[in-house]
């Protein structure tokens, strides 16, 4: 009856003890919540409860399991100490994952709601998230260190590691040199302010908006939908186009190519009206001009200035509609037309003589069945 009521002792207290640190834990959480609503770290901290119910156990019934005498236990009693040495450490990381999740993100939360540049606040964004990445990184080769150690055989060939340790960190740095490479620029683009999360960016002539950064790529979702993944290594050692930065007023441009009658002042006019109805025009700037001519057309450029790209976009589609409709309605000879000669077989010429025109009414026939308009000799 021992055997029995030891164990189930033991055990049941481990897990009455964990649920009662769980549940104090969490009641103490969610009074500071209600203390201070403006600080959301509490809240974050929330988050690491299971790990901390599965830190506290795992502890606790490695500290005691070996009160139970119980024969299962005293005959593998090594066995079950490695394997909650294991779940203890594993379980510690994923509770220093979590508790370093929550103060990195209260941080930005933070931050974000007392600032008032966008641009500062992506900057922020994306160092505190690679900061977040590096910490996981750390965290989890330390654990995974120390759970190699706790096997006899990793400590006894230790020595020997050591001792080939310049060798194979040599021979890594070689396998691995792209992977560092893309390391360290991923940490060079964080705290560089090369580029950051929510830019718009022009890379390979593709549009899109920086949706992820991690420490080896960088995801850039476009306008229509798909995600480009490229390496960071890419922004480090390539020229690209970084809208966001410094600003993100954009100017759209809108060309025209129009005969040579077109009305330029009447289009300047009604330019005007266009961009002025038009919620996408941020109200800085507006022209229009005769940028280049040639011998049949000549091209007419409107400049238009918007608040961000999309809105840009935006008002030069309103722009290009509006005027094109408008010239076709009230201007129509401004717009290109394409002409066509007609070729027509030559007429006799005064005086060329008898059966002239015979022989020209033969040419024409033979001309119409060719098709083609040239001299079939």
């Known amino acids: 009856m021992e055997d029995i009521l030891r164990p189930l002792i033991v055990i049941g207290g481990s897990v009455a003890i964990t649920l009662l640190i769980g549940w104090a834990v ?74 370093s999740a929550a103060v990195v993100e209260s941080s930005y939360y933070r931050y974000a709601a007392s600032a008032h540049d966008p641009a500062r606040v992506r900057r922020v964004r994306t160092q505190v998230t690679l900061i977040q990445r590096v910490v996981t990184a750390i965290v989890g080769v330390v654990a995974a260190s120390a759970m190699l150690l706790t096997f006899p055989t990793m ?15 040599v021979v890594a740095g070689v396998a691995a040199q792209s992977t560092l490479g893309n390391l360290f620029a991923g940490l060079q683009i964080a705290f560089g302010d090369m580029v950051r999360i929510g830019d718009t960016v022009v890379v390979d002539g ?19 939908e798909r995600r480009i ?14 809208w966001s930065r410094g600003g993100t007023q954009k100017t759209g441009a809108v060309l025209f190519h129009l005969d040579h009658s077109a009305p330029i002042e009447a289009m300047r006019m009604k330019l005007g009206e266009i961009v002025r109805k038009s919620p996408a025009w941020d109200g800085r700037d507006w022209n229009l001009a005769v940028t280049d001519t040639t011998p049949s057309t000549m091209v007419v450029r409107a400049l238009i ?41 030559p007429r006799p010429a005064p005086g060329a003589g008898p059966g002239s025109e015979d022989r020209l009414a033969r040419f024409d026939g033979e001309f119409r069945k060719d098709g083609t308009g040239s001299r079939r000799g």
């Open 26 to 99: 969490d009641r103490l959480l969610l009074r500071t919540d209600a203390r201070h609503p403006e600080t959301p770290l509490w809240g974050l901290l929330r988050r690491a409860r299971l790990p901390l119910q599965v830190t506290v156990c795992a502890a606790l019934l490695r500290g005691s399991y070996d009160k139970t005498h119980a024969r299962v236990v005293r005959e593998h009693a090594s066995g079950i100490g490695q394997v909650l040495a294991l779940v203890l450490i594993a379980a510690t990381a994923w509770l220093a994952v979590r508790v």
């Open 155 to 169: 400590r006894t060939v230790g020595t020997s590691m050591l001792a080939s340790a310049g060798i194979l960190g």
């Open 206 to 224: 593709e549009w899109g908006t920086v949706e992820e950064i991690t420490l080896t790529f960088l995801s850039v979702r476009t306008w229509d």
């Open 229 to 242: 993944t490229m390496p960071v290594s890419y922004f480090t050692g390539k020229p690209f186009e970084n």
């Open 305 to 345: 200035t918007a608040r961000d790209p999309d809105d840009a976009w935006t008002v030069r589609c309103e722009v290009r509609e509006q005027m094109i409709a408008w010239l076709r309605e009230h201007h129509p000879y401004a717009l290109p037309r394409i002409t066509t000669a007609t070729v027509h077989p």
